[in-house]
């Protein structure tokens, strides 16, 4: 069965930075694109970041851009959010999801991890 | 401000119908793209329940539906169950935003 575990979140000061990781398993991990989506405490679903199945085409969110970076080993199955100057804005949950495609081009998330929670603050 | 629109809350009876509403613009479902459904279990991670507009994964209920007209959605969960009060997203894409996808702010479901 498909499986997403992420790990790597903490309590971290403003400025500072984290790297999460996602451990994938139960499918092909290099044919599939994913995604990071977070959710702060109390709010909605926000996407952040993309990454296509061979790592070349990836997107952020402008909330993001210029202080995150998504990797991916598929190597080692995993995905990675590598988070630097860290706002108290960034405080949520972060889930990775598998990406699947819907008719020519619609794309929905059809596997969520558990999540991992990052706090910012000082 | 999310581009996608929900109601806050909604509520319904065990056994009754609830709908939940999705309303967008010209840029996102109104430009044709589809519309996706995630159910959010208190402290859970999403779920996927519907894709593609009406699209029931395996596993999901057919008491749920999914449908699309114009530049809204609509959710539609009947016989309602207590096991049903969950946070509701919509999801799509928009064309004026660089992003690859957008949330609606969310419905919470609270059964009676």
């Known amino acids: 069965q498909v499986q997403l575990v992420e790990s790597g979140g903490g309590l971290v000061k403003p400025g500072g930075s984290l790297r999460l990781s996602c451990a994938a398993s139960?499918?092909?991990?290099?044919?599939?694109?994913m995604s990071w989506i977070r959710q702060a405490p109390g709010k909605g679903l926000e996407w952040v970041s993309y990454i296509s199945s061979s790592g070349s085409t990836i997107y952020y969110a402008d909330s993001v851009k210029g202080r995150f970076t998504i990797s991916r080993d598929n190597a080692k199955n995993s995905l990675y959010l590598q988070m630097n100057s860290l706002r108290a804005e960034d405080t949520a949950v972060y889930y990775c999801?598998?990406?699947?495609?819907?008719?020519?081009?619609?794309?929905?998330?059809?596997?969520w991890g558990q999540g991992t929670l990052v706090t910012v603050s000082s | 401000q999310s581009v996608l629109t929900q109601p806050p809350s909604v509520s319904g009876a065990p056994g009754q119908r609830v709908t939940i509403s999705c309303t967008g613009s010209?840029?996102?479902?109104?430009?044709?793209?589809?519309v996706h459904w995630y159910q959010q279990l208190p402290g859970t991670a999403p779920k996927l329940l519907i894709y593609g507009n009406s699209n029931r994964p395996s596993g999901v209920p057919d008491r749920f539906s999914g449908s699309k007209s114009g530049t809204s959605a609509s959710l539609a969960i009947t016989g309602l169950q207590a096991e049903d009060e969950a946070d509701y997203y919509c999801q799509s894409y928009d064309s004026s935003l660089s992003g690859l996808a957008v949330f609606g702010g969310g419905t919470q479901l609270t059964v009676l």
């Open positions: 010209s840029s996102n479902i109104g430009a044709g793209y589809d």
């Open positions: 139960g499918f092909t991990f290099s044919d599939y694109y």
């Open positions: 999801a598998r990406h699947s495609k819907y008719g020519s081009g619609s794309y929905y998330f059809d596997y």
